[in-house]
Every structure is written in C-alpha cells, then in structure tokens.
C-alpha cells in the first residue's frame, strides 16, 4: 500500500507562506527557547492573529506562546515546517495541534488517510519534542449539520485521531460540541463560513485550553 499523500513533508509555493515561515523562523532564534505554549495548525490556528487576538492576550500574556498556524495548510504542509526548523531548539510545556480539515476540504482526502497524516505529525513531535505534553485537538466542526459529506469526515477522522492520546505525552481535547445547537447544527453566527471561528469562538477556546492545561500541569 503506498504512503497517502498526507503523510509525505510537502513544501508550498506561495511568496506569503515561504515569507510566514521565515519569519516565524527567526521569531524563534529571538525567543531562544523560551516557549511555554506552541500552538500549530492551519488556518483556524493562524487566525489567533486576527478574530482571535484580543483573546489570545487575554488568555496567554501570562505564557510565551508562539504561534505557527499557516492558513491554508494541509497535514503535509505543516510536516514540512516541522522538519525544516521550526522546532529547531523549542521545548515547549505544551503544544497544541489542531490539523486536517483542509484535508478533508481541499482534497477530499478519506479520514484514514487524514488521521495516517496526523499520526506522522505526532510521531515528529514526539521525536523532536520529547519533554512537551500535546494536546491533540479533535478537528472542529463544519458545514451545517451531521448530514453534509464535509462534516461526516470530519467526524469519522476525528474518532480515527482520538485512539492517538492514548500514549502518554499526547492529550485529547474535543470542545466541539460548543460551537454547536443541541441538534448539531453549525450556524453563521458561531463560523460566519461554517468553517472559520469568530472572535467569540477564540475566547471559548481559549477558555477551555486553559482549564484544560490548569487541570494537568
């Protein structure tokens, strides 16, 4: 059987994405190791910039946190930036890692391929990281409701990816069911484009990794 996509390092193109990681690169020569909180992912993590950064101060001046999030990123796209330095000399307390759903959305990838891909992400951390806790997030929910294609794999993977906190250093946190109605309906006034969070959603995520990482130190 041959390596799905999502597991094989892929390095993007995009003049933004090279520069972002650059940049990100030498943000982490300036903090020389002095990260208590690494938070990476795509997009939804990104955006801790944008909607999420009134809350990101809020919840995590009292840390130092870094942010890799790159918008747009695939499973394969963020192993890249793993093996190609940004980790290089972190040992971060905790990192938190939320990936997948542009795989399920750009390429319709299956959730096993999905979940083989986050799977060799967790496995460099741990090679690389091995004093950090992760905290594998469940991929949050989209599309409207339980019956949208888009959603179904999206669950599906995350029932593949929760089996991986069972090993010691890696933690399972699913908040999903928050952004939903008791129906499980995502509406626009939670993801304005049923994927992305607004600025209300970063304040309950970050109220809940909170506790969670309070509750485990």
Avoid: C
Avoid at 10 to 33: C, D, G, M, T, V
Avoid at 41 to 53: A, C, L, N, R
């Amino acid at each position: 059987m041959s390596t799905p996509l999502s597991s094989i390092a892929s390095k993007r193109s995009e003049i933004w994405w090279l520069k972002r990681h650059q940049q990100k690169l030498a943000e982490i020569q300036q903090l020389n190791k002095a990260i208590e909180l690494l938070f990476i992912g795509d997009s939804i993590t990104h955006s801790w910039e944008v909607e999420g950064h009134e809350y990101w101060h809020q919840h995590f001046a009292k840390h130092t946190a870094l942010n890799l999030g790159f918008a747009g990123d695939r499973t394969e796209h963020l192993l890249w930036r793993i093996q190609n330095g940004e980790l290089r000399n972190l040992s971060p307390q905790w990192v938190v890692l939320l990936i997948g759903t542009n795989n399920a959305g750009h390429r319709l990838d299956p959730p096993e391929h999905i979940s083989a891909g986050i799977f060799t992400i967790l496995s460099e951390l741990q090679r690389r990281l091995p004093s950090s806790k992760i905290l594998l997030m469940a991929i949050f929910p989209r599309s409207r409701n339980t019956n949208k294609p888009m959603r179904q794999r999206v669950d599906a993977t995350n029932v593949l990816i929760k089996k991986f906190a069972e090993h010691q250093q890696i933690h399972w946190l699913d908040i999903n069911q928050q952004f939903l109605t008791e129906d499980g309906v995502l509406l626009e006034s939670v993801m304005p484009d049923l994927l992305h969070l607004n600025a209300a959603q970063y304040n309950k995520w970050g109220q809940a990794l909170q506790h969670y990482i309070n509750n485990h130190r």
